[in-house]
């Protein structure tokens, strides 16, 4: 009896656990990963020194990966200017397309100075610190004194490796709204709050009071939300420090021979609607002297990947058929699913992604109900890859590859150990051979 065959693309949290939940149900999968790894921002987006938490995801991912009904293509990139196009990828006749290759575009705010050297996207810098080729090479201008725009868990990650890895003196936290509307948890700014001066933190929320008295909101809401992080504080181990600047926005980055110099931000006011703060421009201006600036405000899908796109965001049928707790992973082309960041950029952590990759499955699994499964066969999908004359990586490629990371961390007496280049890693299991 034939089987049916679901394309997979992106092999983090979500196409990992999506592509589970199709091989249980008996399809078989191709899974197309752009990188070597599979494992996606659970390998590439966890702060880097998180080494038990990253190995116990990639147990369960090598669970997933060892299933016998799911192929895994690593190091294959889709979408325009990619080893294929997702319409390439459609014409090989797989049943359904299961999208869930995260959100490969950063937002940009199209601000005065955004191409100055020491201004750089959170993403950029967490793939760079985490060792994800190609911006593992990618040379960084770290200054001493540093802004991160945002006020979420990367926020405080970047601040981290700032302070604790690149030997930045103060770095400011500028957030566009209040103190009550951080989005950071307790578990991870316990890392970072011993660097806070606590008389400059008061006098900021004394600074800030009349804008939240404006809208009725107490300020010991946002103040409590902060410091319930210090009863569990890591001790200060860097001569640094970290402070908020609420209320500002960025409005241009100045610098003097392509460097940036300073940062200039434009004050808020608070405003209420139906129970939603938002922030609006006071008109009020004012610099802040900075090496480096970096935005950490969320992701957006890629516009070149061969869907249409509409806020930063892959189109989902709003009419969906095959709906899963009431979402919509269905896009707008018959037959090709999203799911994870792909299907809403930014949101949530791995557990997310999992969740939602699963999600994703079932909508397929609801779509494939009472079609017959086309011709297509998992040995032309091999062939098709393999004509591509590049190095593609299996799973009993990365097996070796791990194998030998875990030797190499022995051998230098390390936690853990990276290969921080394709090259490296495709030398190391034996695809290429060694300059």
């Known amino acids: 009896m034939s089987q049916f065959l679901v394309a997979v693309i992106g092999a983090g949290p979500a196409g990992l656990f999506g592509a589970r939940e199709l091989a249980n149900n008996g399809v078989r999968v191709a899974l197309f990963n752009r990188d070597i790894k599979a494992g996606g921002l659970a390998e590439y987006g966890i702060y880097l020194e998180k080494h038990t938490m990253k190995e116990g995801l990639r147990k369960q991912f090598r669970q997933a990966l060892d299933m016998a009904n799911i192929d895994y293509y690593g190091n294959v990139s889709i979408g325009m200017g990619g080893d294929f196009t997702l319409d390439?990828?459609?014409?090989?006749?797989?049943?359904?397309?299961?999208?869930?290759?995260?959100?490969?575009?950063?937002?940009?705010?199209?601000?005065?100075?955004?191409?100055?050297?020491?201004?750089?996207?959170?993403?950029?810098?967490?793939?760079?610190?985490?060792k994800l080729p190609p911006f593992s090479q990618h040379k960084f201008h770290f200054g001493k004194r540093c802004a991160i725009i945002g006020a979420g868990n990367v926020m405080v990650d970047i601040v981290r490796f700032l302070i604790h890895h690149?030997?930045?003196?103060?770095?400011?936290?500028?957030?566009?709204?209040?103190?009550?509307?951080?989005?950071?948890?307790?578990?991870?700014?316990?890392?970072?709050?011993?660097?806070?001066?606590?008389?400059?933190?008061?006098?900021?929320?004394?600074?800030?009071?009349?804008?939240?008295?404006?809208?009725?909101?107490?300020?010991?809401?946002?103040?409590q939300k902060i410091l319930e992080a210090l009863a569990k504080a890591d001790p200060k181990v860097k001569e640094a420090k970290f402070k908020f600047d609420f209320l500002a926005s960025p409005a241009s980055m100045i610098g003097e021979n392509g460097q940036l110099t300073k940062l200039e931000v434009e004050e808020n006011i608070l405003t209420e609607r139906d129970g939603k703060t938002s922030a609006k421009g006071a008109g009020v201006k004012r610099t802040l002297e900075v090496d480096t600036v970096i935005f950490a405000i969320g992701d957006q899908v890629d516009a070149n990947f061969g869907l249409p796109t509409e806020w930063g965001e892959f189109v989902k049928n709003k009419e969906p058929k095959y709906a899963i707790e009431g979402i919509s992973y269905e896009t707008t082309t018959e037959g090709v699913f999203v799911g994870g960041w792909s299907r809403k950029a930014s949101e949530g952590l791995v557990g997310y992604a999992r969740r939602d990759g699963t999600n994703a499955a079932k909508a397929v699994l609801e779509y494939l109900k009472g079609r017959t499964p086309s011709n297509a066969g998992p040995e032309a999908v091999a062939e098709k890859v393999k004509s591509l004359n590049k190095a593609v990586v299996s799973r009993e490629d990365l097996k070796r590859l791990e194998t030998i990371e875990i030797e190499e961390a022995k051998k230098r007496g390390i936690e853990f150990f990276k290969f921080d280049s394709n090259e490296e890693m495709l030398q190391a299991m034996g695809l290429i051979e060694t300059a």
């Open 166 to 223: 690149q030997g930045a003196e103060e770095v400011t936290a500028v957030v566009r709204r209040g103190p009550a509307e951080v989005n950071f948890t307790k578990e991870e700014m316990k890392h970072l709050i011993a660097y806070m001066d606590m008389d400059e933190f008061e006098n900021e929320m004394k600074r800030v009071k009349p804008a939240l008295d404006a809208i009725q909101q107490d300020a010991q809401i946002g103040r």
């Open 88 to 130: 390439e990828i459609r014409a090989l006749g797989f049943d359904a397309v299961l999208v869930s290759a995260g959100a490969q575009g950063t937002k940009s705010l199209g601000l005065p100075g955004e191409d100055l050297k020491g201004v750089y996207h959170a993403k950029d810098v967490v793939y760079h610190y985490n």
